[in-house]
């Protein structure tokens, strides 16, 4: 992957001590679960202490939080960007009433869902998955909630591929069609699940005819209303005379994809707007049939279609049907596209959640929607977007979800149901909460001395943890290091190091992988 081979040059130039060079980096910690990005962060840190510079494009907050200066673009995307918005360090950032990340790296953004009592857990049903061994991972038994949202994790090469997309979907396709198995998958019971949808970031397909507009099932929706005006019946156009594929009105010279290709010697061919209706796919004609609003605007099908979805909403608000669908893609945060996009230049980020939005509006009970890793290259805002329409689809539908997902956010505002993989074995299959009260510490005391030292007795609660001469102290929440245990720690012996920290969510899990692991 794009992060995997970034990774690999960092190794290559901390291995070769490079100094004075700037190392630009574009979303490495892409596919990294937070154990790992710990070790990330370290090497970009050894890179800066041999004099180094390092500038990281980047959405993860747990990354962002070690910058030493944060710019922060926005305030938009798309048109309604462009702009710096806020800058500084991390401190700084989070006091910035401009923002949009500042909340997210304070962590006064995040919230739990409400979880599903665990004895209501299985009341919709469950879906049963018995595998034998495959690459790397073992035998596994899993059981899955319906009508839940359950999250499949662990760090890179833990098994998530090999158990949801070569084991449960195809079990899952074979046994709603009647077909066999997969050789390694034993057994699957659907329990009247009768569709699986893959919601992934592959691109959508290589035709440049495709649209956000036609993806999204709302160009058809514009060419019958268009085809309904006094301007359409006068002229004898029909709904299909307003598709840029096959209709009359398409444009001529590009028929209808909006640009042409020169052929240029001893060269690749070039890909230039079409001269003619400039990358509207139009003919002329198109441009001169109106549908007037109630409120008196007047609006062409070149000139909605290329609006972003933002805009579009205003000028479509007399349609119902369009409206909606366009409000799903609002919703997801796709309000900056234009209808007249094409999806095979979408980004992967973008190709998955306009995806999710063609299946909206349809009765989805029977169906398990599948995401792989659905966040991936998402900022902050857009994360809290998507997440929030993902719970209220699962409320109001009671669809089956499944996620597999690097992001410890995912899991606090989404799951009912977390299964942590690593080694090829199922390490937790559980509620997320009761995993989390096993790590739910706050503060951290670490300090080293030149020698052996006893600590004294610590408060109820408190695990301690040594690594050679040094010692950690973990505190539950709401307890802080008293004074006494500091003025033991200064007079136990020479001390060497001292630090009292407080640990995020995505540190207390990358630790509770560790010791889940070992």
């Known amino acids: 992957s794009t992060g995997e081979r970034q990774r690999m040059q960092l190794a290559r130039a901390v291995r070769n001590r490079t100094t004075g060079v700037l190392y630009v980096l574009d979303e490495p910690s892409i596919g990294l679960h937070p154990a790992n990005i710990t070790g990330l962060t370290g090497v970009m840190q050894d890179l800066i202490h041999d004099g180094n510079s390092v500038i990281l494009v980047d959405h993860d907050t747990q990354i962002l939080s070690e910058a030493d200066w944060l710019i922060e673009m926005g305030p938009q995307a798309g048109a309604g960007g462009g702009q710096v918005i806020a800058q500084g360090s991390i401190p700084a950032i989070e006091?910035?009433?401009a923002s949009r990340i500042g909340p997210f790296l304070a962590g006064k953004a995040q919230c739990l869902r409400p979880q599903a009592p665990q004895s209501e857990l299985f009341a919709l049903g469950r879906i049963q998955l018995s595998t034998n061994a495959i690459h790397t991972v073992k035998p596994l038994d899993i059981e899955i909630p319906k009508g839940r949202l359950t999250v499949v994790t662990g760090v890179s090469g833990s098994g998530k591929t090999t158990l949801v997309l070569e084991s449960l979907v195809p079990g899952l396709n074979a046994a709603i069609h009647g077909q066999k198995l997969p050789e390694h998958v034993r057994s699957i019971v659907p329990d009247g699940?009768?569709?699986?949808k893959?919601?992934?970031a592959a691109p959508i397909g290589i035709n440049v005819r495709s649209t956000v507009a036609t993806y999204a099932n709302v160009h058809d929706e514009l060419r019958k209303k268009f085809a309904a005006t006094p301007d359409a019946r006068q002229a004898g156009y029909k709904a299909g005379d307003f598709s840029y594929n096959t209709g009359k009105l398409r444009c001529p010279v590009c028929d209808g994809t909006g640009s042409i290709s020169l052929d240029v010697q001893f060269l690749p061919d070039v890909e230039i707007p079409c001269p003619e209706c400039r990358g509207s796919r139009y003919a002329k004609e198109a441009g001169q049939i109106f549908y007037t609003s109630k409120s008196g605007t007047r609006y062409s099908l070149p000139q909605l279609m290329d609006m972003d979805v933002n805009t579009a909403l205003t000028a479509c608000a007399d349609w119902p049907v369009v409206r909606q669908r366009l409000t799903v893609l609002q919703e997801l945060g796709l309000g900056y596209l234009t209808l007249g996009e094409e999806t095979p230049g979408l980004s992967g980020g973008e190709a998955q959640r306009l995806k999710l939005a063609s299946e909206m509006g349809k009765a989805q009970g029977d169906a398990v929607f599948i995401f792989d890793e659905p966040t991936i290259g998402l900022d902050a805002v857009s994360k809290l977007a998507l997440r929030s329409f993902l719970k209220e689809e699962n409320r109001r539908e009671g669809t089956t979800i499944l996620l597999t997902t690097h992001d410890m956010e995912d899991m606090l505002a989404l799951c009912s149901r977390v299964m942590v993989l690593g080694h090829g074995k199922l390490l937790y299959d559980g509620a997320l909460q009761e995993l989390l009260r096993r790590y739910d510490t706050v503060h951290t005391l670490r300090c080293a001395f030149a020698g052996e030292v006893t600590p004294p007795p610590l408060p109820a609660g408190c695990v301690l943890r040594r690594d050679g001469d040094a010692m950690?102290?973990?505190?539950?929440?709401?307890?802080?290091?008293?004074?006494d245990?500091?003025?033991?720690?200064?007079?136990?012996?020479?001390l060497r190091e001292m630090t009292l920290k407080e640990q995020n969510v995505d540190q207390l899990i990358a630790r509770m992988y560790q010791e889940l692991a070992l």
């Not at 245990?485 to 020479?494: E, H, K, N, P, Q």
């Open 485 to 494: 245990m500091l003025d033991w720690v200064r007079r136990a012996g020479t």
């Open 95 to 97: 006091a910035n009433a």
């Open 193 to 196: 699940i009768t569709q699986v």
């Open 472 to 483: 950690e102290v973990d505190y539950p929440p709401a307890q802080v290091p008293t004074g």
């Open 198 to 200: 893959l919601i992934d």
